[in-house]
């Protein structure tokens, strides 16, 4: 499928338009394309305000007024041109995860319904790179994929009330770790100590749609280190930026 | 300075939402109802965007430490200022050390209690809008204290509540006018006529998030697609047929279809209805 005649244009009344790609799980190259013009778009419309410009899976939302529509579609138009055989700013995050965490109360569960052993479902979590699809749900929160099939489970039928932040959740084919304490239904495989976002910070997070992550295990005594990190400040994200590791 | 003796149901500090970090999952928050907040700033001579408290159902108790001038707009409520009766949607001196109480609210959902030169809270993302994980607290708290601005201007803006625009209506079947969604073509043409013929029910889940209409099993489909952005007013349709409407709170991405997409004066009106009360849907084109 061409990715230029697979997109369409639909308007939200009072509010802007959002630009939705057709095709999209047939089509694994049109991520990376959809990352470059949302990247492209967000620069282009940065001077101006109140538009808003942010992206989730194969669609791109614009929040603009009426007048600057014209505008938005003809930035749109050149980055789609531009798409092919450009390279997208992404970066590699490598990010611990604290299996063995006492948070992680969904293995007994997970290991029934799966058929895995709790090792098994932790090599399975750490064995790929994801992709960063977008950014939603929590301030923060990242729409990580694919996980490996085997680890394919539907979401809880009744939502947990409270889920801590830091917990590392799976559902479908999907990973993420809950940026703030919040009601959630994906089954949870450990706790993260870093923080994903930072409300007082004028870049509150530091990673976006296209970029990628993985998890890597850390034992009690890593996990309370970074944490105290995090707490004192000293901490820097960069640290865990793929080729500083 | 302000102290909160007592709280009410909900309240809450907002004003017109937090912009710029949408794409970063930032909901824009702030006033639900904002042409009532908005008249709070032009009565007092404010500037448009300081913050004002968004009452729900039934109002707080305030002990006032400094002489201010304060209004409160939005849905009718009872103001008593030293246990004398005060108009709404008029400026109003109170000395140092009055009682203010803000009693239950009689018609519409959601008040604002605004001060002339506005009062100190903490700013997060450049908006005081009060909201889980980005302010320390999602609601004022019982005996919380906020410092008012000096201002010395005597000037109080010439808007008299009869020229300014109203969300809080008497009649008890609301008209909320509504455009089609980003996801209706998706739905079967038959919804059409359910949506614009069928009287729907106000749920007792009417928050910051969403209002919840009652469910309508003409109205259930098995539409499952990748998680979309959300919009402020847009509504969404769950498979089981409840309609949801999605209010400045509500988080930025969602998985259920949206149907429609509710006009910008819709969703302030919506911010005054109340659980139980019934709407139907004027589709525009």
Known sequence: MNFKESYEIITVPEQGIEIIWDHFHQNPDFFERIAYVYQALKSEMKTYEAVEVSMIYNKISVLCSLELVQQVKAHLKKSIDQSSGHKIESVHWKIPVFYESEIAKDYAHLEEKLQLTRTEIKELHQSRTYTIYGIGFLPGFLYMGELNEKLNISRKLNPDLHIESGSVGITGAQTGVYTVNSPGGWHIIGHCPIPFFNPSSENPAWAKPGDVVSFFEIDKNTYELIKIQVETTVFDIKEYLNDSI | MIRFKETGFYTSIQDRGRFGFRHLGVPVAGALDQVSYQNSNLILGNKSNTAAFEITMLGPTIEVLKRCCFCVTGADIEIDLN???????????????????????????????????????????????????????????????????????????????????????????????????????????????????????????????????????????????????????????????????????????????????????????????????????????
Do not use: W
């Open chain 2, 83 to 285: 246990g004398e009766s005060v108009p709404m949607n008029t400026a109003v001196t109170a000395e140092k050390d009055s009682l203010l109480k803000i009693g239950r609210v009689k018609n519409g959902l959601r008040a604002y209690l605004n001060f002339k030169g506005g009062f100190s809270s903490e700013i997060k993302l450049n908006s005081a809008s009060q909201f889980s994980g980005i302010t320390k607290e999602n609601r004022v708290s019982p005996l919380s204290t906020y410092e008012l601005n000096e201002d010395f201007s005597n000037l109080i803006s010439e808007y008299k509540s009869n020229t300014l625009v109203s969300t809080v209506e008497q009649s008890e079947l609301k008209q909320l006018e509504v455009y089609k969604g980003v996801d209706f073509r998706l739905f079967p043409k038959e919804f059409i006529e359910t949506l614009t013929k069928t009287e729907f029910m106000i749920g007792s889940s009417v928050d910051r998030m969403a209002c919840q209409l009652d469910t309508k099993s003409e109205l259930a489909h098995t539409i499952d697609r990748l998680s979309s952005p959300t919009y402020v007013g847009a509504v969404q349709c769950t498979p089981s047929g409840k309609l949801l409407i999605l209010m400045r709170d509500s988080q930025t991405t969602g998985g259920y279809p949206r149907l429609l997409q509710c006009t910008k004066h819709s969703v302030n009106r919506l911010a005054q209805i109340r659980p139980n009360q019934r709407l139907k849907f004027v589709l525009n084109d």
